[in-house]
């Protein structure tokens, strides 16, 4: 299971950190990544790490958010900072054991998905 937790509300230009814990030991290969769906949109992929921890970010979050992980707690962050308003969302973590279907950034392949925390910017 994974359990999201860190979102919230703050005005453009902040800062938050997500934090996704695993239940269970993730040592070993993994694929990880980071999603986010708001409201009348579709799920997107913001940031991914590959099972030999290659880091992708989508393209719209490049310079202002980083993925990390820390594997002695089973923990994945998101580090987001310069937060503009059309970052607001649902922001999910999700899992794959193995290697990635695809890269990071390929949503079809994660069979493990968090419950979410909610994102809010205001201009």
């Known amino acids: 299971q994974l359990m999201e937790s860190g979102g919230g509300s703050v005005q453009s230009g902040g800062s938050l950190t997500l934090s996704c814990l695993a239940s269970e030991n993730t040592y070993g290969n993994y694929c990880w990544g980071w999603f986010r769906q708001a409201p009348g949109k579709e799920r997107e992929a913001v940031a991914g790490?590959?099972?030999?921890?290659?880091?992708l970010y989508a393209d719209s979050v490049k310079g202002r958010f980083t993925i990390s992980q820390d594997n002695t707690e089973n923990v994945l962050y998101l580090q987001m900072s310069a937060l503009k308003p059309e970052d607001t969302a649902m922001y999910y973590c999700a899992a794959r054991g193995g290697y990635c279907y695809g890269d990071a950034l390929t949503q079809v392949g994660y069979n493990y998905w968090g419950q979410g925390t909610q994102v809010t910017v205001s201009a």
């Open positions: 790490i590959d099972a030999d921890d290659r880091i």
